[in-house]
């Protein structure tokens, strides 16, 4: 699988939107982008995914460019509760996750 | 049952002796997944199942841990002559398809003294 690279921490406020970037230039054709969270201690949480085509769900929106070599991941409205280790995944059309560091991602009252 | 079940969620054990870690997946999950996370840092992939099928057991550390899931159902991660070295959080995960989100557990907190 394709390695990401993400910044290691950001600050948003609460009430604001979040925009988290990966950087995967190495993905190749048939790789999917996905994202999950870990809140603390808890067990990761599975967030979206794409393949190229921009897509949103009830939790968050993610932005694919047109060259696939980034992505951006967007909480629309981020509150305490999305404070979070979050994860960028490059993942072929296999079973496994290889999570990296991720971005610790504090949003702020 | 709703999620990921797995039992113990504390597990406190001396050096040289086994240790049994049981995960229940989601019923109709077919696949399931065992990581292993270290404080700090992402979970890291051990052992993948489909069905009762273990189909990759890569990210196993070495002899001394195995896992089986014998009825495709509940699966056991078992650590022999447990090591300081094996403390961590150990997660399982299991999902719907190969291909589908994963939904992982609780996890087990194993700390070897």
């Known amino acids: 699988d394709a390695k990401t690279t993400q910044p290691p921490s950001m600050d948003c406020a609460e009430g604001r939107a979040a925009n988290l970037p990966c950087n995967h230039s190495?993905?190749?054709?048939?790789?999917?982008v996905y994202w999950y969270r870990q809140i603390h201690s808890q067990g990761p949480q599975y967030i979206i995914h794409g393949l190229k085509n921009n897509e949103t769900n009830e939790m968050a929106s993610l932005i694919i460019t047109e060259d696939r070599k980034s992505s951006t991941l967007i909480l629309p409205h981020a509150t305490l509760r999305d404070t979070a280790v979050y994860y960028c995944i490059v993942r072929a059309n296999d079973y496994k996750l290889s999570f990296g560091a991720g971005t610790t991602v504090t949003v702020r009252a | 049952g709703a999620g990921v079940s797995q039992s113990p969620r504390y597990k406190v054990t001396k050096r040289g002796q086994d240790v049994a870690l049981r995960c229940d997946p989601i019923?109709?999950?077919?696949?399931l997944y065992w990581y292993r996370q270290a404080l700090g840092q992402g979970p890291e992939f051990l052992t993948y199942?489909?069905?009762?099928?273990?189909?990759?057991k890569s990210g196993l550390p070495n002899d001394r841990f195995s896992a089986e899931r014998p009825e495709g159902s509940i699966s056991t991660l078992t650590i022999q002559r447990t090591e300081q070295r094996d403390s961590a959080m150990y997660r399982c995960?299991?999902?719907?398809?190969?291909?589908?989100?994963?939904?992982f557990g609780q996890g087990t907190r194993l700390t070897v003294v």
């Open positions: 019923s109709g999950h077919v696949s």
């Open positions: 190495t993905i190749s054709g048939n790789e999917y």
């Open positions: 995960a299991s999902s719907l398809t190969t291909r589908a989100e994963a939904f």
């Open positions: 199942f489909n069905y009762e099928a273990q189909q990759d």
